[in-house]
């Protein structure tokens, strides 16, 4: 704990700002927010003789590797641009803390599974260290969701919230539900799993601070700003922890003055928590193939704003969802509203990454949808706060890969427990996290001195014999209905019977079709979507919602969104023959297709990568799988509010 408090007193001696030069499509704003640095540990700050200030901020996206014995050469002696001073200044020796448990990823699931550990260490009496490294750079600052909670794990995990203060203000009382066409809104029943009584709207990112703030009074250590960039094994090939990435990097690869080398964190498990899509959780599935036995994921991506209506227009309570307009019949997808107290909205639009057309772009779907009649009569004299976007698990039950590896645990929707009919995956996430946690303890404690590698196979055991499991299985057949030549007609109509009558039980399994990335049609086989001009009232143009995203990113670092094989994929395949979808998935403005000065009459791909909320679209989307989304500097990114 004195490391802890250490690290936060350095915290707050090294606070800056570096606002972010603004590309040709960067969101420059006013609304820019300051960055606390990145921190050094007073133990390393001793021995290191470069500058310990580093700007949270810059990004970096050299690639990592994953051995313990290389695990330090990030820039490898080959690289010519490089000197061997410079060289040996990137791979020095990091410094290296040694933890009980390693949680990656401060959301719901990573919190969840702290606050357990922690409660029954001191229940025993017993001094288990849980280590939780976050690369937003506070606690809920790149959270983001509709949201309606359940709070089935909440009141499991800390029965006494309402007395703590849980930002839980405002009961579901009222549940209404479309189907839309471009002019009309058909009041039509909502599945039983729709049924909110009992479940509170809520800002997601406010719910998870306080869940930190539950952590840290039980001893939980939170690192906010640290960026996990790499997953560390043992020699025998099991996960011995993380380590961060550095700190003050330039465009070029070199050392800035700020520059500081990241950390090892050596856990006996390592709680993989990093939400939709985690870059190391990708790599560790890859390695362990743990995705061998499950069907590929499913992704949506969710686009929202939060609004501050009219008092006269708000109704404190209601849910609203639709389906229909303005998608099209054979794109899955589907739009909510959800009034908070204090007359706030949220708004959002969810629209299934499995899409065929090129042209589609989820954002412009949302704004379009917006002027909707029975939207626009709540959005007319309100005034817009904020603005986010995310992907999220779509695939349920048959696509949860296999939990855990050796030494290691996949928890929350970064192994994809999100209900899909239910609309809802913070009971889910938050309840994995709490039986990960037990195994964890359980296994610790029962490995006494040994340094084996821990493999907890009661985690995967008891999520069989959960709820989670209960839940998901008995909806396993609802979202891939929905892929059958009806389209939305047909999935609406098997959805009705098996949420009514069938509930599940029946001796078939649905499949999904395949990867989302493989699913695009070439352009030349699509009519193109056009869509209407943003009216700056109920509408935005895309830079101007990034603006409202608190997004920061320093200009002089490497680019974190790194192509594995140059250009050409881009240009040869997305461009050529699919027309730059990048261009239209993503939610902020970071993929552009621009005239190439050195080559006149050809394009060159633009990357504005400070413009990057973190939502991992492209990585998923890209047909031709070619950008690996990889951390920037930690406390880079955007820094919601109310979302």
Known sequence: MMLQRVVASVRRSAVRSMPSRPSAM??????SQPRSAALAFASRSLTMSHTRIANTTSTTAAVSSTSTSSSARRFLATTPALDEETLAVLNAERFAEDVDVCIVGAGPAGL???IRIRQRALAEGKE??????EKGSEVGAHILSGAVLEPRALNELIPDWKERGAPLHTPASKDRMYFLTEKHAVPIPHPPQMSNHGNYIVSLNNFVRWLGEQAEELGVEIYPSFAASEILYNEDGSVKGIATNDVGIAKDGRPKDSFERGMAIHAKVTLFAEGCHGSLTKKLISKFDLRKDAQPQSYGLGVKEVWELDPAKHEQGLVLHSIGWPLSYDTYGGAFMYHLENNLCAIGFVTALDYSNPTLSPYREFQRYKHHPLIAKYLEGGKILSYGARALNEGGYQSIPKLVAPGA???????GFLNVPKIKGTHTAMKSGML???AAYEAIEAAGDSTAPLTLTAYESSIKDSWVYKELYEVRNIRPSFHSPLGLYGGVMYSGLDTLLLKGRVPWTFSHPGADHSSLKPLKDVTPIEYPKPDGVLSFDLLENVSRTGTNHADNQPVHLVLKNGQSPQLDTNYAV???PEQKFCPAGVYEYVDDEANPGHKRFQ??????????T????DPSQNIDWTVPEGGGGPKYVYT
């Open 409 to 415: 645990a996949l928890i929350g929707c970064t192994a």
């Open 436 to 438: 990960a946690a037990d």
């Open 618 to 621: 492209c990585d998923i989307k």
């Open 578 to 580: 699919y027309g730059g």
């Open 607 to 616: 990357i504005n990568s400070q413009n990057c909320i973190h939502c991992k």
């Open 128 to 133: 288990t260290r849980v280590f939780v490294v």
């Open 112 to 114: 969840s599974a702290a």
């Open 26 to 31: 960067s969101a420059t704003s006013a609304a």
